[in-house]
């Protein structure tokens, strides 16, 4: 069982966004890069099914040299080897072309990617890299089980949950509670050194979004503390006007 | 040249959120002077129809074939791609959703389209085609040019009226040739609350946090939400404890909702729970705690215990209505 796990780079959930250069770029300063949280979910479900089955953990990301400690700790958690395609990330269009391209050098029998990056929250690689290389594309994916050739899946759905039967390689965009977050351990820190991180050069692809600039949104006004229940009544009724 | 806008229907209804993006096609229309074309799929009520029409619809197709009454990805995808060349349509919007999602990723690939997601308003059409996104949970928004020819959106709820003064549209039946390949992710089993209002669709949302301490006192919250016909959510650590279904979950790593009102009872406002409200256009925030962080994100506020104050403004809505 190979699978292949996409992953991002991104900022730290509690962080605070700025932007620098004219608005054109992240206010990179005091932020903490940590591994996608939907991309954590679908590196700790990998883990847990090579337990089961044996193989190996590919993890990639498509990034500059800055994205490095974040391919080492998904080593540290589990992952065997670890692949950067050496490129900014232009647009989602860019990025699933060079998964794509690394894709098919290996047959790899599961691609896990997050439900969406945190930063652009397009939710859109997974199902990009599925069209280009043929392969079904389920997101977002809060159970899945092997069985042989094939798997079932649980996706989530507006009120409830779709269940869905499909026989192996798909691609699969991952949020919990498919799996829980994993912790790299000691060992798993030390052996990370020694795994094997290779860096590539990207496949010729083109974008098809340009990223202008940056916004961010107008300051919330002070709250109201109101005092009873009947004066926040009166406030949404003829204030906000939403009863 | 056209647009076509991908309509979806939950229990045979068509979804508010596509008549927001039937809406937005609309008014993009009026700009650009391009035809509307509207594409739904699988059983949809007759009654429901003609609020495409209103909505601004200038053609409506229908492929019928029950099998689309799920979420099969790829044959949605499969569909559309043919009803876009059909109607010779540059632009595709659809409303992002679970669905939405997963078939405008595919449909980029097959139509070689640029495509934004979390699109928050109309695009500028005068130096280019620029639209605005939301980026970063909610954070921040970012100018987005698409130099492709062929484009997609996926339209964030709430950020368009819904239009309701446009002419009656007749429904016009295609069927189309749907090869056994795109059934290869096959639905077994279909599991959903029905008759509730759904949450990402929803205008008000009742939402529960740690603070009600177990599942056994989510009868207010039921209580507040029926008499408001509210959607119901809550904070990540109650669906991780059990306490309510996961689809319920608002936040960095759950639903994102944007309804009109989006009341908060006993959550205290942690950074990755506001991620998910922040499209909302009022917070009122249920707090026993004057300090929980979620006060400065709200509109509206009353300091108090929940057990208290919820029963007494059911009480005081339902005097309303
Ligand atoms: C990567 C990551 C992603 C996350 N994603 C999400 C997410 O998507 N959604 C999410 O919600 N969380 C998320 N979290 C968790 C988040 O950080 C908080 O832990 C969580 O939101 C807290 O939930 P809570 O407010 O219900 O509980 P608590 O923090 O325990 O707060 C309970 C609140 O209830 C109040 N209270 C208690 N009793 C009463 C009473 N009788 N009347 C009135 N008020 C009362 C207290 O004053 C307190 O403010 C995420 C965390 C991480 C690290
Ligand atoms: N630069 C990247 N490198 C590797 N994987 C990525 C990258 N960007 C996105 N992905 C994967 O695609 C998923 C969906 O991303 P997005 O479409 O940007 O929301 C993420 O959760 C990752 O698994």
Redesign the interface.
């Known amino acids: 069982m190979n699978i292949l796990v996409c992953i991002t780079h991104v ?1 730290d ?2 962080s605070k ?1 700025r ?1 620098t250069e004219g608005n054109t770029q992240l206010d990179k300063t005091g932020v903490q890069f940590i591994i996608g ?2 991309d954590d979910y679908a590196l700790a479900r990998a883990v847990e099914l090579k337990e089961q089955t044996g193989g190996t953990i590919t993890v990639l990301n498509v990034g500059e040299a800055e994205t490095e400690p974040t391919l080492r700790k998904a080593l540290a958690i589990g992952a065997d080897e670890a692949i950067r395609v050496n490129a900014f990330p232009k647009d ?2 860019f990025v ?1 072309q060079q998964i794509a391209a690394r894709a098919k050098e290996k047959s790899y029998d599961l691609i896990l990617m997050g439900r ?1 990056s ?11 890299v ?3 290389l043929g392969l ?5 994916v ?1 159970k899945l089980e092997l069985e042989g050739t094939k798997a079932k899946l649980a ?13 192996l390689p ?1 691609i699969a965009g991952c ?3 498919i799996a829980e977050w994993k912790i790299p351990n000691m060992r798993g820190i030390m052996s990370a050194r020694s795994k094997p991180l290779q860096v590539v050069d990207p496949v010729e692809a083109d974008t ?10 107008a300051p ?2 002070e ?8 004066e ?2 009166q ?3 003829n204030e ?1 006007k ?2 | 040249m056209s647009i076509l806008v991908y309509i979806e229907q ?1 229990q045979g209804k068509i979804k508010s959120s596509s008549l927001e993006a039937v809406s937005y096609a609309a008014a993009l229309s009026e700009k650009s002077g391009d035809k509307v074309n509207v594409l739904g799929c699988g059983t949809i009520e007759d009654a429901d129809w003609n609020q495409l029409g209103k909505a601004g619809a200038d053609a409506i197709y229908h492929v019928a074939d029950e099998r689309l009454n ?2 099969v ?2 044959a949605h ?1 499969h569909i559309i791609a043919q009803v876009f060349a059909k109607v010779d349509a540059s632009i595709l919007v659809l409303a992002k ?3 939405g ?10 139509l070689n ?6 699109v928050v308003g109309l695009p500028d059409m005068n130096a280019g085609f ?1 639209v ?1 996104r ?15 020819e062929n484009k997609i959106l996926a339209i964030k709820k709430n950020t368009q009226p819904i239009k309701t003064d446009g002419e009656e549209v007749s429904v016009e039946s295609l069927t189309v040739d749907l090869p056994e390949s795109v059934f ?10 029905s008759g ?1 209002v ?4 929803a205008d ?1 949302v009742v939402s529960g946090g740690r603070g009600l301490n177990g599942p056994e006192n989510w009868g207010m919250i039921e209580g507040l939400a029926e008499v ?1 016909q509210a959607a119901r959510g809550c904070s990540k650590p109650v669906s ?1 404890l059990g306490w309510r279904p ?2 319920e979950h608002v936040g ?2 759950g639903v994102k909702v944007a309804p ?2 989006y009341i908060a009872i006993a959550i205290s406002g942690a ?2 729970h506001l ?1 998910g409200v ?1 499209g909302s ?2 917070i ?2 249920i707090n026993k705690d004057p300090e929980a962080p979620f ?9 108090g215990d929940a057990f208290d ?1 919820v029963p ?2 059911t009480e ?2 339902k005097a ?1 209505k």
């Open positions: 900022p959930t509690t966004i932007f949280p939907y989602a269009h699933a969406e945190i930063d652009f929250n397009g939710g859109m690689v997974h199902g990009m599925g069209e280009i079904p594309s389920i997101s977002p809060m996706r989530e759905i507006e009120g409830g949950k779709e269940f869905i039967e499909v026989g798909f949020q919990e509670p098809r979004t340009e990223t202008k600039t940056y916004e961010l949104p919330k006004a709250v109201k503390i109101v005092g009873s229940v009947d926040l009544v406030l949404l009724k906000a939403v009863l | 939950d799920s979420g990805i790829q995808a959703s679970a669905l999602d997963a078939v405008a990723s595919r449909l980029a690939i097959k389209a640029g495509l934004v997601s979390n620029v605005k939301s980026i970063f949970t909610g954070k921040a928004f970012v100018e987005t040019a698409i130099p492709a290869a992710a096959r639905i077994t089993e279909v599991e959903k609350a509730e759904l949450l990402p669709e008000i408001l991780d996961h689809h960095q790593t009109s009102l950074i990755q991620a922040n256009r009022n009122v925030v006060f400065k994100a709200a509109d509206y506020g009353i300091v104050i007494k403004l005081a809505i309303l």
